[in-house]
């Protein structure tokens, strides 16, 4: 097996693994092949360490796909691949380890604390990015076929990556599958219907992922139907309130909501066609976390400029008294001397 450390690649067998994860007890995922455990490396690191079932041809397959892909693909927003182990039947991938875990844990565990507005439209931002570069970026394009909110990963500074390229496809690959891959409830209908699957199929279930960062609503519940009766009401642009996640507490940016919603909403358009790109989709998120940026830089140059005009009305009320005194003393003289 080979892993690398601090830019070299070292040698480390099955059983440092077996070690580093403590006997495999250090559970905490699981893949669609296999469980991913916490690993304390001898060099150091921590690391993630996905184990896929040996008894599964897709396994096998899964395991080919993310050592070839992940290979080659290099991306701030795409989870990267240290290492991997190929032992007899024993398949393990090795990830940098992602310390605050999956999106899904954010949304929907009660005891995590729940992501802001602002992280969320941040996390929307780095996920469009990742899939901008697999479809835009690597030669030739890569088509990840599995984005859902257990797929995207947190690092400590809450900045997302995108995960899990088991079900991935390089482009110029075939694309009619003889079998559906993927997870209902993001799956594209048109690749449902025709066994096709393209870029656009990946845009419609990152639509899903933003309406479940605004709803905090899995799309294995309803999701979708929820969103179809509001959009009756919006006509797909404004008005979306209704919608947004109670955890959030009613803090958030109402025009934000209606930008980032309505994006979404073009998204999970049922004729593919008609769906933004996702080049397209990380220019509107970037202009929109750009507004804010711009309104939050006016706002503290105002309050800045209302302090200083504070600053010196106080200055103005609160002059010394001893100075006041001399002054009038100075006057009362210059009277003096004239009269004199």
Same mark, same amino acid.
């Given at each position: 097996? &080979? ?15 077996? $070690? ?83 999106? =899904?844990?954010?949304?929907?565990? #009660? ?6 507005? #602002? ?19 690597? %030669? ?14 947190l690092d400590q500074s809450m900045r997302a990556r995108v995960a899990d390229f088991g079900l991935s496809r390089e482009e110029m690959v075939n $694309? ?23 870029? $656009? ?7 899903v992922l933003l309406f479940e960062l605004i709803a905090g609503r899995n799309p294995l519940q309803g999701l979708m139907e929820y969103v179809e &009766? ?6 797909? $642009? %404004? ?24 994006? =979404?909403?073009?998204?999970v358009n049922r004729i593919p066609r008609k769906r933004p790109s996702m080049r397209d989709i990380v220019q509107v998120l970037s202009r929109i ?27 103005? #009320? ?23």
């Open positions: 097996m &080979l892993f690398l450390h601090l830019g070299y690649w070292n040698t480390v067998t099955s059983k440092d693994l077996q $070690k580093a994860t403590y006997n495999f007890t250090t559970l905490i995922g699981q893949g669609a092949f296999g469980p991913v455990y916490k690993a304390q490396m001898s060099t150091g690191e921590t690391v993630a360490v996905k184990v896929l079932a040996t008894d599964s041809k897709q396994g096998e397959k899964e395991f080919q796909t993310e050592v070839m892909l992940l290979g080659r693909l290099h991306h701030r927003n795409l989870v990267n691949l240290v290492g991997y182990c190929a032992e007899r039947n024993k398949h393990m991938l090795i990830y940098v380890f992602m310390t605050r875990g999956s999106l =899904a844990s954010h949304l929907y565990n #009660e005891n995590l604390e729940p992501l802001n507005w #602002e992280n969320r439209v941040q996390v929307a931002l780095d996920v469009s990015r990742g899939l901008e570069y697999l479809h835009d970026g690597a %030669v030739p394009p890569v088509i990840h076929r599995d984005i859902k909110s257990s797929n995207i990963l $694309k009619h599958a003889s079998n559906i891959r993927g997870t209902f409830g993001y799956l594209d209908p048109e690749y449902i219907s025709t066994r096709s699957f393209t870029k $656009k199929s990946d845009v419609y279930s990152y639509g &009766l509001a959009a009756m009401n919006t006509e797909g $642009k %404004v008005g979306w309130e209704e919608i947004v996640d109670p955890r959030l507490d009613g803090k958030f940016d109402v025009q934000e909501l209606n930008e980032v919603a309505s994006l =979404a909403y073009k998204c976390l750009k507004s804010r940026h711009d309104r939050k830089h006016q706002k503290d140059s105002s309050n800045t400029r209302a302090d200083e005009v504070s600053i010196n009305m106080d200055q103005l #009320e609160n002059r010394s008294p001893i100075l006041e005194h001399r002054r009038v003393e100075s006057v009362d003289s210059t009277t003096d001397s004239v009269d004199v």
